[in-house]
């Protein structure tokens, strides 16, 4: 471009923008929101408290959580991320329960990344003596802690998996072999 152009190019990960391109930008590294200013502000506007600290670990606009939070596919992936991890605690069917409902109801991939990002909170909750964001002591886990940091990795990678556009079904049995036969 000439001279007088200008371009902003924002991002909310610079580690997925090319080298180049940085290397051609000035970098403007802008201050979020505390997240528990964030948390407080949601509740102030009628939000419940633990879909607003669920929310905060995904996003950091009020107006796109509050756009979710009208979507009703939201409440629906919770609730599958939360029936899920019971199943996965009480040794209930899990590998059924990931493939018949979580496969046929969270079939986009935000719908997918939502859904497990709430269960890797769901585990790292797990972890903590106090419960942060689920206040709920049926949510413990009795496993030891280097095994709940591995089923948190193994969600983790398989998040990162749905960035190179892998199949939902496929990854959902990956995920269900870490974390039942690893």
């Given at each position: 471009?000439?001279?007088?152009?200008?371009?902003?190019?924002?991002?909310?990960?610079?580690?997925?923008?090319?080298?180049?391109?940085?290397?051609?930008?000035?970098?403007?590294?802008?201050?979020?929101?505390?997240?528990?200013?964030?948390?407080n502000?949601?509740?102030?506007?009628?939000?419940?408290?633990?879909?607003?600290k669920?929310?905060?670990?995904?996003?950091?606009?009020?107006?796109?959580?509050?756009?979710?939070?009208?979507?009703?596919?939201?409440?629906?992936?919770?609730?599958?991320?939360?029936?899920?991890?019971?199943?996965?605690?009480?040794?209930?069917?899990?590998?059924?329960?990931?493939?018949?409902?979580?496969?046929?109801?969270?079939?986009?991939?935000?719908?997918?990344?939502l859904?497990?990002?709430?269960?890797?909170?769901?585990?790292?909750?797990?972890?903590?003596?106090?419960?942060?964001?689920?206040?709920?002591?049926?949510?413990?886990?009795?496993?030891?802690?280097?095994?709940?940091?591995?089923?948190?990795?193994?969600?983790?990678?398989c998040?990162?998996?749905?960035?190179?556009?892998?199949?939902?079904?496929?990854?959902?049995?990956?995920?269900?072999?870490?974390?039942?036969?690893?």
């Amino acid at each position: 471009p000439s001279s007088d152009v200008v371009a902003i190019l924002t991002c909310e990960n610079i580690t997925k923008v090319l080298p180049t391109i940085i290397s051609r930008c000035q970098l403007l590294r802008l201050k979020t929101t505390s997240k528990e200013g964030l948390i407080n502000e949601l509740v102030n506007d009628g939000v419940g408290k633990e879909d607003a600290k669920v929310l905060v670990n995904f996003f950091n606009d009020k107006e796109e959580i509050l756009n979710i939070l009208e979507d009703e596919s939201y409440q629906e992936i919770k609730d599958l991320a939360f029936e899920a991890f019971l199943n996965f605690k009480n040794d209930s069917d899990f590998i059924y329960f990931m493939q018949r409902s979580v496969a046929s109801k969270v079939n986009k991939k935000e719908q997918f990344t939502l859904f497990l990002g709430i269960l890797e909170l769901l585990f790292k909750d797990s972890l903590l003596d106090n419960l942060s964001i689920f206040e709920n002591e049926e949510l413990k886990l009795s496993y030891e802690k280097q095994e709940i940091e591995k089923f948190v990795y193994s969600i983790i990678m398989c998040r990162e998996k749905i960035d190179l556009n892998a199949n939902i079904a496929l990854l959902i049995d990956d995920l269900c072999y870490k974390l039942r036969f690893e």
